[in-house]
């Protein structure tokens, strides 16, 4: 197969988008071509600047022809900011893109050629619809264009996202359309706090300055916001100072209701780490109860500042459901629920069951987890803290009180699960298996190595993130020769 050269011209018509959100066009030899910043049905002229053995990366030079499927973005850091690159394809679009990438992980990287992939259960809410956002500060502003042509741009303070490629640069955001207007204004009212007071800004290089992350967490179903400032030190007359600015400025919002100021909590963390990650050694509740509560149908929440939870609530109820639709459980049932988090699928689920054993390595979640199922009454679900490989092996070599489990479910964080945990699992021999991820890939290939004992009885992807090239998906799994 005939590859094009590095910095040659070529013309393409894009066929499809990967799981990275870049277009793919094929050349006349049928060479695959990623080109970024690209929509499906976009005739483009681009310029090669990478090749591998199996595909080509180019740059966008010219849209020649745009496509039909695409549309104006709504936010104004589109194109710079990496959160929402699908926003410019009409939403439909992006389903049947979400759809055709979890077919293809399934068949190129899983393997299994006649899976069957239905359409993607769509998102109610395409815009505002996350329940926590997370920002870092920086010292290095990316500076757009327009900043660029100004005299006296400022790129000494920003308060937003990373600028992909550019770990220590950040785009000082006004205004993110995935989560709400006042997110929006606790955002901004940081900023002006903060950069007013000309506060240091930590730096990975130098392991100097105070100001690390703001947190911003909102609850859809009930009225709780949970704002989490993270700072290298503590610095006590300074951060209540900054609770007083925010509680005073955001009552006198006339386009909020300010009923919510009840329930609003500030909690200071404190983070040692080197790292760049929003992580803390400790925290300390500045105004308020300190955590966020919400609610799915009947079951109340609480979430810690740092606990998982599914950052789409109104879709989650949805996710929840087809859950448990595809798993068809029954009231004898035992469960393993494997990566629980903070209990959420095993209290969701918790009425329709026997019982449900939910394991997590992170104690935080767990005590979470405990506490949501007294605040709920729930008495049918325990929740330790184990990592799950070491869980899954206690169990069968005897360390752990053996147990038979009919349904194990799992939620593990995007890398997958370990290929020791897959080879407990075909062990434990249950009779179903719940897979739900939000990365097909890792999915399809976990998948694969349970196809020995496993087949695949259904597959539901259902759109959480809209706007964005990820996907949540849910596989049943049946044990093969089991009467199901």
Same mark, same amino acid.
């Given at each position: 197969?005939?590859?094009p050269?590095?910095?040659? /011209?070529?013309?393409?018509?894009?066929q499809?988008?990967g799981?990275?959100?870049?277009?793919?066009?094929?050349?006349?030899n049928?060479?695959?071509?990623?080109?970024?910043?690209?929509?499906?049905?976009d005739?483009v002229t681009?310029?090669i600047?990478?090749?591998?053995k199996?595909?080509a990366?180019?740059?966008l030079i010219?849209?020649k022809?745009?496509?039909?499927?695409?549309?104006?973005?709504?936010?104004?850091h589109?194109g710079?900011c990496?959160?929402?690159?699908m926003?410019n394809?009409?939403?439909?679009?992006q389903?049947?893109?979400?759809?055709n990438?979890?077919?293809n992980?399934?068949?190129?990287?899983?393997?299994?050629e006649?899976v069957?992939?239905?359409?993607v259960?769509?998102?109610?809410?395409?815009?505002?619809?996350r329940n926590?956002?997370?920002?870092s500060f920086s010292s290095?502003?990316?500076?757009?264009?327009?900043?660029i042509?100004?005299?006296?741009?400022?790129k000494?303070f920003?308060l937003g996202?990373?600028?992909?490629?550019?770990?220590?640069?950040?785009i000082?955001?006004?205004?993110?359309?995935?989560?709400?207007?006042l997110?929006n204004?606790i955002?901004?009212?940081t900023?002006n706090?903060?950069?007013?007071?000309?506060?240091?800004?930590?730096s990975?290089?130098?392991n100097?300055?105070?100001?690390?992350?703001l947190i911003?967490?909102q609850?859809?179903n009930?009225?709780?916001?949970?704002i989490?400032i993270?700072?290298?030190?503590?610095?006590e !007359?300074l951060?209540c100072?900054y609770? !007083?600015?925010i509680?005073?400025? /955001?009552?006198?919002g006339?386009e909020h209701?300010t009923?919510?100021i009840?329930? #609003?909590?500030?909690?200071h963390?404190?983070?040692?780490?080197k790292?760049?990650?929003?992580?803390?050694?400790?925290y300390f509740?500045i105004?308020g109860?300190?955590?966020l !509560?919400?609610?799915?149908k009947?079951?109340?929440?609480?979430i810690?500042?740092f606990?998982?939870?599914?950052?789409n609530?109104?879709q989650?109820?949805?996710l929840?459901?087809?859950?448990?639709?595809?798993?068809e459980?029954?009231?004898p049932?035992?469960?393993l629920?494997?990566?629980?988090?903070?209990?959420?699928?095993?209290?969701?689920?918790?009425d329709?069951?026997?019982?449900?054993?939910g394991?997590?390595?992170?104690?935080?979640?767990?005590n979470s987890?405990?506490?949501n199922a007294?605040m709920?009454?729930?008495t049918?679900c325990?929740?330790?803290?184990?990592?799950?490989? !070491?869980?899954?092996?206690?169990? #069968?070599?005897?360390?752990?009180k053996p147990?038979?489990?009919?349904?194990?479910i799992?939620?593990?964080?995007r890398?997958?699960?370990?290929?020791k945990?897959?080879?407990?699992?075909?062990?434990?021999e249950?009779t179903?298996i719940?897979?739900?991820s939000?990365n097909p890939?890792?999915q399809?290939r976990?998948?694969r190595?349970?196809?020995?004992?496993?087949?695949?009885?259904?597959?539901q992807?259902?759109?959480?993130?809209?706007?964005?090239?990820h996907?949540?998906n849910i596989v049943?799994l049946?044990?093969?020769?089991s009467?199901?």
């Amino acid at each position: 197969m005939d590859k094009p050269g590095k910095n040659e /011209l070529i013309q393409l018509e894009i066929q499809d988008i990967g799981f990275e959100g870049a277009g793919i066009g094929k050349t006349e030899n049928n060479f695959a071509v990623f080109v970024p910043n690209t929509v499906p049905g976009d005739k483009v002229t681009a310029c090669i600047s990478r090749t591998r053995k199996n595909y080509a990366e180019a740059k966008l030079i010219e849209i020649k022809e745009p496509s039909v499927f695409r549309t104006e973005p709504e936010c104004s850091h589109f194109g710079t900011c990496n959160g929402c690159k699908m926003q410019n394809i009409t939403y439909r679009k992006q389903l049947e893109i979400k759809k055709n990438n979890v077919l293809n992980a399934f068949k190129r990287i899983g393997g299994f050629e006649e899976v069957f992939v239905p359409e993607v259960i769509s998102s109610k809410s395409q815009f505002y619809y996350r329940n926590k956002l997370e920002f870092s500060f920086s010292s290095n502003r990316w500076l757009t264009e327009e900043d660029i042509q100004k005299d006296e741009a400022d790129k000494s303070f920003a308060l937003g996202f990373h600028k992909p490629g550019f770990i220590d640069k950040v785009i000082d955001i006004n205004k993110c359309h995935l989560q709400s207007e006042l997110s929006n204004s606790i955002l901004n009212l940081t900023r002006n706090f903060f950069k007013s007071r000309d506060i240091s800004i930590y730096s990975t290089r130098t392991n100097k300055g105070f100001l690390r992350f703001l947190i911003v967490r909102q609850s859809a179903n009930l009225d709780d916001i949970l704002i989490n400032i993270i700072t290298s030190e503590n610095n006590e !007359e300074l951060i209540c100072e900054y609770s !007083e600015y925010i509680l005073s400025n /955001l009552k006198k919002g006339t386009e909020h209701n300010t009923d919510f100021i009840d329930s #609003l909590s500030i909690v200071h963390s404190i983070s040692t780490a080197k790292a760049n990650v929003a992580q803390a050694d400790d925290y300390f509740v500045i105004h308020g109860k300190g955590y966020l !509560e919400e609610k799915l149908k009947d079951i109340r929440f609480k979430i810690s500042p740092f606990s998982f939870f599914q950052t789409n609530t109104k879709q989650c109820e949805i996710l929840f459901d087809t859950i448990v639709k595809l798993a068809e459980f029954q009231k004898p049932d035992k469960i393993l629920d494997l990566y629980c988090g903070c209990g959420a699928i095993s209290l969701y689920i918790s009425d329709k069951i026997n019982t449900v054993l939910g394991v997590e390595a992170i104690a935080e979640s767990i005590n979470s987890a405990n506490e949501n199922a007294i605040m709920n009454n729930v008495t049918n679900c325990e929740f330790i803290t184990y990592d799950v490989k !070491e869980f899954l092996k206690s169990v #069968l070599d005897g360390s752990t009180k053996p147990q038979r489990f009919d349904t194990i479910i799992l939620d593990p964080p995007r890398s997958g699960i370990h290929p020791k945990a897959a080879d407990y699992l075909l062990q434990l021999e249950a009779t179903k298996i719940i897979y739900v991820s939000c990365n097909p890939t890792t999915q399809a290939r976990d998948i694969r190595l349970l196809a020995d004992k496993y087949h695949i009885t259904s597959i539901q992807p259902v759109d959480m993130f809209p706007h964005t090239f990820h996907i949540e998906n849910i596989v049943r799994l049946d044990k093969k020769n089991s009467s199901f």
